[in-house]
Structure formats: structure tokens, C-alpha cells
């Protein structure tokens, strides 16, 4: 049973920076590599950033660079998004997932999502 709890969302101003934590489980969290996702509201959910097993490789929306940091913690099943410099069209449900099914270099996430954690950028 793949799990994910999102953590770490709230209420920021312009600017402002937020931490946000995904605890998974119910696979071996060092093999996959994770990804970070959000929706805001009217849109389609769309891919944030995405860590390697290792940590070797990160890429990250062209949104987002320069201003959001992933990391993870394989010892702790833990994964992060460090999120500085915020903006009002950060704004939206913080979800995270897992390269659990690759063919070749494609891959996708399973199907049940977590519950997200909510950023909120105020203007």
C-alpha cells in the first residue's frame, strides 16, 4: 500500500519561503526516484520537480527554478521541497509521488495520491 503525507503548507506572504516534507511508504523508498506536484485551482495538476534514488540528478519546472530546492532523506523516507522567494502563482495543493513504473527513461507515478498540503501566497 503506497502511501504519501504531505506536510509543511500554509499561509505566506510574497516572498516568503515555506518547507514542505512527503512521507512515503509501502515501497523501498531508495530505489525510486520521487516527484513533486501541485494543482491550483481551475488548472491541471502539473510535475514541480523530480529527485533521482540517489540524489544525483534533480530537474525542476522552468516556473520554479532558481527559487524551489527538492532534497531527500533515503534514511527517513522523506523527501522535501524547499520553497523560497514566493510568488501569488505559487499558490496551489502541494502533492507528491513516485517513479514507481519506468519503461526505459519514462516514468510515471501511482495513481493515489496523497491528500497534498495547501500554499497559499498572498499579493
Known amino acids: 500500500q503506497v502511501q504519501f503525507v504531505e506536510s509543511g503548507g500554509g499561509l505566506v506572504q510574497t516572498r516568503g519561503s515555506l518547507r514542505l516534507s512527503c512521507a512515503a511508504s509501502?515501497?523501498?523508498?531508495?530505489?525510486?526516484?520521487m516527484t513533486w506536484h501541485r494543482q491550483a485551482p481551475g488548472k491541471e495538476r502539473e510535475l514541480v520537480a523530480r529527485i533521482s534514488s540517489s540524489g544525483d540528478s534533480i530537474n525542476y519546472a522552468d516556473s520554479v527554478k532558481g527559487r524551489f530546492t527538492v532534497s531527500r532523506d533515503n534514511a527517513k523516507n522523506t523527501v522535501f521541497l524547499a520553497m523560497d522567494n514566493l510568488k501569488p502563482e505559487d499558490t496551489a495543493v502541494y502533492y507528491c509521488?513516485?517513479?514507481?513504473?519506468?519503461?526505459?527513461?519514462?516514468?510515471?507515478?501511482?495513481?493515489?495520491w496523497g491528500q497534498g498540503t495547501q500554499v497559499t501566497v498572498s499579493s
Open positions: 509501502g515501497f523501498t523508498f531508495r530505489l525510486y526516484g
Open positions: 509521488n513516485a517513479d514507481l513504473y519506468c519503461s526505459g527513461s519514462v516514468c510515471r507515478g501511482t495513481d493515489h
